[in-house]
């Protein structure tokens, strides 16, 4: 099979940073599916695994956690799907990614795909949008129809952010704040539904003041969090919740406990990493998430096609998320 991998990390403007090879083609086990990948987006973890992981041995390693694509073949232990399904998912850190022809992925993980749009569409939003319904509902608990409560999610109009806004605003009566600098940026999550968007260079609670907005009870830092973080103690409501997700420099988490303040990780890859006892949440999520999206609640996030799936192509694509520049999604489709 073809696949896009590499055997140092390397900066991504180094050519051999990531190389179009060619490999064996998997063989699917247990409850392993064959998928024959179609469509993939590209992610801030994909560029920090890169820099900072090297495979063991000869060995090369695979990126790639966001996937549309057609199962080809089946392990003996599989129950829920077969071959012909399409099927999108976001896959596992201690396995090969996505970035090749095939892929073996684990159904429990797995969602039958939306019908209502292409598989370029598609592979924008596993990833993010695991993580944000995890966020909101698991970590935070929020429960469905909850209102009378603000959201505001720091640096809204990436990704994950993307998506978080409309599931917030359409799973919830909360009063959805993002933040974005840009104008770009700031049209983006109005036209996703943020019922206001405020400027995270300047500082927050002025802002939300300015706005007749209560202190948040829900904050969700999606990156710079140690930047941040002391507006974000001072923005957010006593017996508030704050979630994250990025990796920051150290930050004071004394800081929350004058305010009763607490703090929830968000990794989506956790059910996977450990196959924790509600592994196949994730398949039910992304099931929910399809019929949100033939249902024209949520929009995909893809913002720019890059083309093929080859390593020119990618290393273009890493270069964008770790310029800071990128809204929304990349995504890649064929090879």
Known sequence: MKAVAY????????????????LADPIAAGRDLLVEVKAISVNPVDTKVRRNTAPEGDAWKILGWDATGIVRAVG??????????????AGALTRAGSNSELQLVDERIVGRMPMSIDFAAAAALPLTGLTAWEMLFDRFGITPGESGK???IVGAAGGVGSIMVQLAKQLTGLTVIGTASRPQSREWLRELGADHVIDHTQVFAPQLQALGIAAPHYVVSLTHTDEHFAQIVDAIAPQGKFGLIDDPEPINVMLLKRKSVSLHWE???TRA???????DAQGRILAGLAELVDAGRIRTTLNERFGTINAANLRRAHALLESGQSRGKIVLEGF
Request: aromatic share 12%.
């Open 7 to 22: 055997k140092k990390s390397l900066p991504i403007t180094d050519i051999e940073s990531l190389q179009d090879v060619t």
């Open 76 to 89: 003996p232990a599989v129950r829920n799907f077969k071959p012909g399904d399409r099927v999108w998912y």
């Open 150 to 152: 603000s959201l505001l």
């Open 273 to 279: 990493l450990f196959e924790t006892p509600d592994m």
């Open 267 to 269: 990794l989506m890859f």
